[in-house]
């Protein structure tokens, strides 16, 4: 069972990915899909629930507010810019809230608050002053949304099409399959010469006794069949190898047409998002979206949530004020610029904005407590420190969050396509932002090296170029190579990759190298060799039953071994690192790290459970964390606790196995608590098991439904808002001894 500061830290580690389809839904509706309002709606919602549950009012009351605007939309009031902005705003300012968990008193929401109050009121006809009155009750929505025909879109529903999930997997088996064959093949002809040889051994000529060569004839005929059909077997497969190769690459095709989108969708949502954001700060923004071709459906979905952070932080913390570019002699119109270009092995999306860089300065004021001798790193070497969960330079909370909430979900969504985020900030000229990711999840183009023990490939895009080390430069701060490019000669930091996966050594002339992209700049690794570029079927590093903090993935190899694919970034973190913790891991006598070493989950051995005679308590809430947080409640009063996520899952295991007490939410998905109560009671081997209520619906607001759950004989109606652990304690207690 989590404690309850567990469960706190859950809720504000999910909330980024929550923050994130929130502001999807909204932004798609805003393009028509209304279907999307009734899942925002519910999802508000929980996130209401839940806060107040674990007492998080400053989150609760924020969603709150973002519900009643999204409840008088769906009321049928026409939604205008101000609403857009007042609920993007919002979820933004939720997002800094679980990032600056614990310090939630500092942040100024009342400009959130405000712009929230004045959208329901432009919404609703209500003076802006008066307070928002609370949700309607939503009994009857649910996930997945049950729409009205009013709600319906416009447009008819598109043609299904082809599950590209589906077949891309049988496509990623068939390629594994079909790269297993040429192992077999080897392994058939070497068969084939061990039997050859096994006859020459055993031929009987010239053995003396009759028996032995009557038996020996024998073998030699059983040899010479099974020759015969491995030869068979060799020579049918080898006909069919042809055919094979060509229907996998028709399979490629199909699947590639049927699970690309075109860019303009995506375009459109991040020019949508930058203005929007634009006019919310009242700049004077120029928003270029450029790109047109395809892209695949799940690259795209990914790079949407990672776009929309970036072109609203780009115009929120880069551009600058119409006063300030005035005084730096810029034009008064910013400038942000995003471009999508597809290339062989991979996308690149670029996010170009004019305004005033990266505030390094600032940068090194929060990192000074967190991040020893930060005064003494360079520029370049504070960009990685962007992407920190939870890292703000700003000191309040206006309509739009401060750049660490956008940049942690960019790293998140890239990384999870094993791409990287490179960029290149400027201070007074601007900041541009470059992601690079594989062209298609299903596969990746990578470069094989080879160093030591070792077997290992890079990103096929996160290779720079490849050279031959002629002179390795000694410097201060460690080997060095000179690199010739467009600006001139550069001298790039130079590892050994045998030292960074833990076989020691040191780069030397003769060697071969890879020059190498990171965040903010290039690198070099010098090998013990690589070879081409070739695109592999990936298993994932989550789908791996070890975790290494260097390897994203493992490619099986044509002779049955693997390769394993590096993190580029984390090989640069790591091999940046290890020469400044050398010193003073060898001082405390601490043992060497090995980024390679494998961490094997350790399995617990099994443990006999005595089944207690206890009562059992039926939990019935869709928000996964106050679910959980009234299920270890009731667990450490000694009870046994089933749980279900919505009123229709709770009648179904209320039926199965009879409570005790039951424990329930109202508005739920597919049934709501009200309509399960009422089919409890109408069910005599249920109907008079004592039901407690939680629900964020009280006697004032919602004096109906609290009347119709009296009436069903509910033994009492608990306010989420004002939660109290004891008191629920007391109920169940007194409702345990009264049954």
């Not at 119409?322 to 400038?335: E, I, M, N, Q, S």
């Not at 090995?594 to 928000?623: F, G």
């Amino acid at each position: 069972m989590r404690s309850r500061a567990d469960l706190v830290a859950a809720f504000h580690r999910a909330m980024p990915d929550r923050v994130a389809q929130a502001t999807d839904l909204w932004l798609g509706f805003e393009q028509g899909q209304a279907g999307n309002l009734p899942v925002l709606r519910r999802l508000l919602h929980t996130l209401k629930g839940e806060a107040h549950m674990l007492e998080l009012a400053a989150c609760g009351d924020l969603a709150e507010l973002a519900e009643t605007v999204i409840d008088a939309v769906r009321g049928g009031a026409r939604p205008t810019q101000l609403t857009g902005d007042s609920l993007l705003g919002a979820l933004e300012a939720l997002g800094l809230l679980s990032a600056s968990a614990g310090e939630a008193a500092a942040l100024d929401l009342g400009p959130v608050q405000e712009t929230l109050r004045a959208a329901h009121a432009e919404l609703t006809g209500a003076p802006a002053g008066e307070p928002a009155p609370p949700p309607a009750p939503a009994i009857e929505s649910a996930l997945p949304p049950r729409l009205d025909p009013a709600d319906a879109p416009d447009q008819a529903a598109p043609p299904a099409a082809l599950d590209a999930a589906a077949v891309g997997a049988v496509l990623h088996e068939m390629q594994r399959l079909h790269g297993e064959r040429e192992v077999l093949q080897r392994r058939l002809r070497e068969a084939q010469r061990m039997l050859r040889a096994l006859l020459v051994e055993i031929d009987p000529r010239g053995a003396a006794a009759d028996r032995v060569a009557e038996r020996i004839t024998k073998t030699l005929g059983y040899g010479a069949e099974i020759e015969r059909l491995l030869g068979a077997v060799r020579a049918d497969w080898s006909s069919n190898e042809f055919a094979a190769g060509r229907a996998l690459g028709e399979l490629d095709e199909v699947v590639r047409r049927a699970s690309v989108v075109r860019t303009e969708r995506l375009l459109n949502q991040v020019s949508l998002a930058a203005r929007s954001a634009a006019r919310m700060l009242g700049k004077d923004v120029e928003v270029r979206a450029l790109g047109t071709g395809l892209l695949d459906a799940a690259v795209e979905r990914r790079l949407e949530p990672a776009l929309l952070h970036l072109v609203r932080n780009a115009v929120d913390h880069g551009i600058e004020p119409a006063d300030v570019r005035a005084r730096r002699g810029k034009p008064a119109r910013g400038a942000v610029a995003v471009t999508v270009v597809q290339t062989d092995a991979a996308v690149r999306v670029e996010v170009k904005d004019d305004g005033g860089g990266v505030d390094f300065a600032r940068l090194r004021e929060v990192l000074a407590d967190a991040v020893p001798d930060v005064a003494s790193l360079d520029d370049a070497e504070l960009i990685p420190y962007l992407f920190a969960h939870g890292l703000t330079t700003t000191r309040s909370v206006g309509a739009i969050s401060g750049r660490g909430v956008g940049l942690d979900v960019v790293a998140r969504e890239i990384g999870a396509l094993g791409g990287q985020v490179r960029v290149d900030s400027r201070p007074g000229l601007g900041t541009t932002i470059l992601l690079v990711v594989p062209k298609s999840p299903h596969g990746e183009e990578v470069v094989p090296v080879t160093c030591g023990r070792f077997r290992c490939a890079v990103p096929t895009h996160a290779v720079h170029s490849v050279m031959l080390l002629e002179e390795v430069l000694h410097t201060s701060e460690g080997p060095r190579v000179r690199l010739a490019g467009g600006s001139g000669v550069e001298l790039v930091p130079l590892y050994a990759l045998g030292a960074v996966l833990g076989d020691g050594g040191q780069p030397a002339p003769g060697d071969a190298a890879l020059v190498l992209h990171h965040a903010a700049g290039l690198f070099a690794v010098s090998v013990d060799g690589y070879e081409n570029p070739r695109l592999v079927a990936l298993v994932r590093s989550e789908e791996l039953p070890w975790s290494s903090p260097l390897v994203r993935g493992v490619a099986p190899t044509a002779d049955g071994e693997a390769m394993l694919l590096l993190d580029v970034e984390r090989v640069f973190a790591w091999a940046r690192q290890a020469p400044r913790e050398a010193p003073a891991r060898a001082a405390a006598g601490a043992p060497k790290r090995e980024p390679l070493a494998l961490v094997v989950p350790k399995r617990e051995p099994l443990a006999l459970v005595v089944p207690k005679r206890e009562p059992l308590a039926l939990v019935v809430e869709d928000a996964p964390v106050a679910r959980e947080l009234l299920s270890g409640i009731l667990r450490a009063i000694g009870l046994r606790v089933e749980e279900a996520s919505d009123g229709r899952e709770g009648l179904a295991r209320a039926r199965a196995a009879p409570p005790d007490v039951v424990l329930t939410d109202l508005e739920m998905p597919y049934m709501s608590g009200l309509e399960m109560v009422a089919e409890l009671r109408r069910t005599p081997a249920l109907a008079r098991v004592p039901v407690v209520v939680l629900t964020t619906q009280t006697a004032a607001t919602h004096a109906e439904n609290v009347a119709a759950l009296r009436e069903l004989g509910v033994r009492a109606v608990l306010s989420k808002q004002r939660f109290v652990e004891e008191e629920l304690r007391r109920i169940v207690a007194e409702s345990l001894g009264a049954a």
